[in-house]
């Protein structure tokens, strides 16, 4: 029987690994093989560049930032099987964990499987991803890439706003593409778009194709009510309809959030069941960076060794 297992890789989970591997808990990751369509590592391994880490003052890639923090998780003593964890359950002590074949046993769990960001399905989409297409502003949009260019976010909720709005920072102009007449966002979030001379809001309107051969170089917009396209010009498309925490295996035996994400106690890594911990974009519908996820894998750690302490 494990101490404590972590389900997912990302930099919470491995986080957790450094952390509880020091604390001699013998830890063991189930890193997932694909799990939410993306490699072990989570989503910074479809990055190509993170300038907001700290510690490097050159930028690094998603992939070589989550291959050293797999190996510092290695070197400080954290077991790690790539495999994807399919159900569990968290009905009985010890708590069971299966993926595929295998079954695992462990007083503890830190739930650090992430959230998948949601996107439309458009014409070369997947092909110009991460070439600037992107569904994180705070994390993509001060490249050296976007800045001085027009840009394009898509949704019509407070978090297009959002990103529309500090999107201007850096851009020449924001292009807000909304599917319907109105915005979903708040009042004051309505009243904040309407007001920015730099965002032009396109009402009634689907991107359709991304266009460009190496990198994003525009879209093409769809008018839904008129069915006229036009092109719009643009260095970068954001997407900005929200994401989906990955916490389908758990099968509603933790307590969630109405969009389902994992609530945890405030101040703590704490679920609602003593001894599950869950950390990182899976329970923070808010902040979603990798620096707050390791942040938040820490905590989980500390929380784990001493809930073990107490039970003895």
């Not at 309809?241 to 509603?252: R, S, Y």
């Not at 990182?280 to 820490?298: H, N, P």
Request: charged share 20%.
């Amino acid at each position: 029987m494990e101490n404590v297992i972590i389900i997912g890789s990302g930099p919470a989970g491995h986080t957790a690994a450094i952390y509880t591997s020091r604390a001699n808990l013998n830890p063991l990751m189930l890193e997932g093989m694909f799990a939410g369509g993306v490699a072990a590592g989570g989503q910074l391994t479809t990055t190509t560049e993170i300038e907001n880490f700290p510690g490097f003052p050159e930028g690094i890639s998603g992939p070589e930032l989550m291959q050293t923090m797999r190996e510092q998780s290695v070197k400080c003593g954290c077991r790690i099987e790539t495999l994807t964890v399919d159900k569990v359950d968290f009905s009985a002590h010890p708590f069971k964990i299966f993926a595929g074949s295998q079954m695992y046993e462990s007083k503890t769990v830190i739930i650090a499987t992430g959230a998948t960001a949601k996107k439309i399905e458009i014409q070369n989409g997947d092909r110009l991803w991460q070439r600037g297409i992107s569904a994180c502003a705070v994390c993509d949009g001060a490249l050296p890439c976007f800045r001085n260019k027009p840009l394009i976010v898509i949704g019509g909720g407070d978090s297009a706003v959002e990103e529309a709005t500090y999107l201007t920072k850096f851009a020449a102009k924001v292009y807000l593409v909304v599917r319907r007449d109105v915005l979903r966002a708040s009042q004051v979030m309505r009243q904040r778009a309407l007001a920015n001379p730099k965002i032009e809001i396109l009402w009634n309107s689907n991107v359709t194709e991304a266009l460009g051969e190496k990198m994003f170089s525009g879209a093409v917009i769809l008018n839904n009510q008129t069915q006229a396209t036009r092109i719009v010009d643009a260095s970068g498309l954001f997407f900005a309809i929200g994401h989906a925490p990955n916490t389908a295996f758990l099968n509603g035996q933790l307590k969630t959030d109405e969009t389902g994400y994992i609530m945890t106690l405030p101040g703590t890594t704490q679920t609602n069941l003593p001894g599950v911990f869950a950390c990182g974009d899976v329970q923070d519908k808010k902040y979603r960076q990798a620096i707050t996820a390791a942040g938040s894998g820490c905590m989980a750690a500390l929380n784990v060794e001493q809930y073990l302490h107490e039970i003895g």
